[in-house]
């Protein structure tokens, strides 16, 4: 029973003594050093030289021990595993719940769009990761922990411009998919109650699931709360086989099914549906900057993008059976049950988490710009506050997330997704400094282009389909704080 302990223990006391041998060795090379050039300089009289070699071997003192410390003290992150679960936790959060209706938009052929977004996704985050390490290896100041890598990205690329731009398209993007998050939350909490007889407005479910996540909100880093990714996994991996099950059942009840053909409109409010179900880039060079090894972040993108194969399998099912019929979200389409209550807390908590996980670097961004320590303190708890505050206020005042999916889906999702990525890699590629040149091959450069030209257009074409949804009748009504 005590021979783990004891092997660790011995491992530690190890390395512990190799750091202590290597740092008096070190120490002892710096004396005799030091004692060499004060010889030297009575010898010469030289007494401004002696200031100035005793600094290059202070400086070079720090620095050898810096890299010893770096070399044998492990370092604290995320693993690829861990990088590879927040991932997924992200991009599931509320796409499989909405694709499904992106589908009944778009007719059969949002399925090939399904598949092609999910593949531009993982090439374009891939290449974000190694946008981020080309700028860790030029630039030392980025090396450490950095709380807003993908606008550090636009600063070198394009200046402040690029930094701005950057910036407020990953705060559009996270701040809106918390609204997602929070008016599907409190909906299935709504739906839940009212099983039970109990009529609760969805307006006061609202305040009182964003007060509960306002508490929940105040650690500092997504290092700090790996296991909010691994039970928001769970939660979703479980409700995801629990719907495709209760979508077969259902398909004995189902006698006539209509699939229609999609109008331009429809069409592509359902490509903003399905680039907000792979909308993970906001938050993919915040989790690099977590990991242990940022070199190894492709390896975590390859493995998360396996959501592929939990999405297609309840798509392809809902609109097989339900065609036409299927809601904004997918849980009121199928048929109630103690199944579908099941579903809808295993979502729930899947969905309080990754509200968990979506603000914290919005929230990160926020306190830098506000100078606030990285440690935790009172000023983190009011700024987190003020920023749960204000996504329930839009959540009152926009109660539609189907509307609000889609119009952060067309818009800066595009940008953060598919434009972005491919036009920052190629710019820091070309860039000259004092580092080894990057040769793109020709193909890789065509590439690059269509993916932006591509994200430009249909993202325009999707966020004014959006916004022409969010302005019609059958959608607008005023908001839940209005009726009260």
């Not at 988490?353 to 919005?362: K, S």
Request: with cysteine; glycine share 6%; aromatic share 12%.
């Amino acid at each position: 029973m005590c021979f783990f302990p004891l092997k660790n223990t011995r491992r530690k006391s190890f390395l512990v003594f190799r750091k202590i041998f290597l740092s008096n060795l070190v120490h002892s090379t710096m004396t005799s050093e030091t004692s060499l050039a004060e010889e030297k300089d009575e010898a010469t009289g030289q007494h401004s030289c002696k200031t100035q070699d005793t600094e290059r071997v202070e400086t070079d003192q720090i620095i050898m021990e810096n890299t010893i410390q770096d070399l044998f003290v492990p370092k604290r992150g995320l693993t690829i595993v861990t990088a590879a679960v927040f991932m997924v936790e992200v991009i599931m959060g509320s796409g499989v719940l909405a694709l499904p209706s992106g589908v009944r938009d778009a007719g059969w052929v949002g399925i090939a769009l399904i598949v092609l977004c999910c593949f531009l996704s993982m090439y374009t985050g891939d290449i974000l990761g190694k946008c981020w390490c080309l700028v860790q290896e030029r630039y030392p100041e980025f090396r450490g922990h950095v709380r807003y890598p993908y606008p550090a990205m636009g600063q070198i690329t394009y200046g402040k411009p690029g930094r701005l731009l950057v910036s407020f398209s990953i705060n559009f993007t996270l701040f809106g998919v918390a609204v997602v998050f929070l008016l599907l939350a409190s909906q299935n909490i709504h739906d839940l109650i009212n099983y039970l007889n109990k009529d609760i407005s969805l307006c006061y479910w609202l305040i009182i699931v964003a007060g509960l996540l306002a508490l929940m909100c105040l650690f500092g880093t997504s290092a700090d709360f790996p296991f909010v990714g691994i039970g928001a996994m769970a939660a979703m991996s479980i409700a995801i086989v629990m719907v495709f099950v209760n979508i077969l059942l259902d398909k004995r009840d189902q006698n006539h099914v209509t699939h229609s053909l999609p109008e331009v409109n429809s069409f592509f409010m359902a490509l903003g549906t399905i680039c907000f179900a792979f909308s993970g880039h906001t938050v993919f060079p915040t989790f690099q900057a977590d990991t242990r090894d940022h070199k190894q972040f492709g390896k975590a993108m390859l493995l998360a993008y396996i959501v592929l194969v939990m999405y297609l399998p309840v798509v392809i099912a809902a609109y097989v059976v339900y065609g036409d019929s299927i809601d904004a979200n997918i849980l009121e389409t199928v048929s109630s049950g103690p199944m579908l209550y099941t579903v809808q807390i295993l979502f729930t908590v899947q969905l309080v988490l990754g509200f968990i996980i979506v603000l914290n670097p919005f929230s990160q961004e926020v306190e830098e710009l506000l100078k606030i320590p990285k440690e935790f303190n009172w000023k983190r708890c009011v700024s987190r506050t003020i920023t749960v505050g204000l996504v329930l206020f839009v959540a009152e005042s926009i109660p539609h997330f189907g509307a609000i999916l889609a119009l952060v889906g067309g818009s800066t999702i595009s940008l953060l997704g598919y434009v972005f990525p491919s036009i920052f890699y190629m710019k820091l590629c070309r860039m000259n400094g004092e580092w080894d040149t990057v040769c793109i091959p020709l193909h890789t450069k065509v590439a690059n282009y269509v993916i932006v030209v591509v994200g430009l257009v249909a993202g325009a074409a999707a966020t004014y389909s959006a916004i022409s949804g969010l302005a019609s009748p059958d959608v607008f009504s005023l908001p839940y704080y209005m009726d009260i």
